[in-house]
Antibody, heavy 130, light 107 residues
Framework: EVQLVESGGGLVQPGGSLRVSCAVS????????MTWVRQAPGKGLEWVAN????????SYVDSVRGRFTISRDNARNSLDLQMNSLRAEDTAVYYC???????????????????????WGQGTLVTVSS | DIQLTQSPSFLSASVGDGVTITCRAS??????LAWYQQKPGKAPKVLIY???TLQSGVPSRFSGSGSGTEFTLTISGLQPEDFATYYC?????????FGGGTRVEIK
């Protein structure tokens, strides 16, 4: 059974730091891109960051670039999100998810493209407030 | 950034009704679109990916169509467990973006 379990959420003051983690089981973690998605209270979903299977590629939404760092430990089947310089607008439930995709032929070149987040954790709440 | 606009933002329907939700992209995204269902207090669940491919285990009453800038999610015969919020998401380019959501409630 695939399981993703987030931990590390809590209350932090503006300007502070927090690290949330995601423990994964039930699939070969090192074979998949992983992602963080957040949801502010009563609001919609916002993609935060992605990381490639070996950690060699990472992408971030502009609002967190330079403040957040996504990382993974394939030996421990663990995904992390280090959040620094936190702001009130970072208050949200943070979900980790597995990213899946398919291989396409684009202009004669095979290319792997992500096309869905197919397994999600239950989320961990991060509250930034004084 | 690619903006995704969902319509309607809210709809009220009865069990057994057919419903259609639209997602419009601010620029062409080929077929790089997924649909998710989210119930209160729960994580989202993927229903459709690549615009029209049904995720394994998802009932066949859910279907997706479209390409380019206009996409639809159709539920044929609403069931009580389908009352939820639905989001579209594009995978064409970074930053990955979600639509604002469509809340489906019981009439």
């Amino acid at each position: 059974e695939v399981q993703l379990v987030e931990s590390g959420g809590g209350l932090v003051q503006p300007g502070g730091s927090l690290r949330v983690s995601c423990a994964v089981s039930g699939f070969t973690f090192s074979n998949y891109w992983m992602t963080w998605v957040r949801q502010a209270p009563g609001k919609g979903l916002e993609w935060v960051a992605n990381i490639k299977q070996d950690g060699s590629e990472r992408s971030y939404v502009d609002s967190v670039r330079g403040r957040f760092t996504i990382s993974r430990d394939n030996a421990r089947n663990s995904l992390d999100l280090q959040m620094n310089s936190l702001r009130a607008e970072d208050t949200a439930v943070y979900y980790c998810a597995r990213a899946s995709g398919q291989i396409n032929m684009v202009r004669g070149i095979t290319q792997f493209v992500l096309n869905r987040f197919d397994y999600w954790g239950q989320g961990t709440l991060v509250t930034v407030s004084s | 950034d690619i903006q995704l606009t969902q319509s309607p933002s809210f709809l009220s329907a009865s069990v057994g009704d057919g419903v259609t939700i639209t997602c419009r992209a601010s620029q062409g995204i080929r077929s790089s679109l997924a649909w998710y269902q989210q119930k209160p207090g729960k994580a989202p669940k993927v229903l459709i990916y690549a615009a029209s491919t049904l995720q394994s285990g998802v009932p066949s009453r859910f279907s997706g169509s479209g390409s380019g800038t206009e996409f639809t999610l159709t539920i044929s015969g609403l069931q009580p467990e389908d009352f939820a919020t639905y989001y579209c998401q594009q995978f064409n380019s970074y930053p990955l973006t979600f639509g604002g959501g469509t809340r489906v409630e019981i009439k």
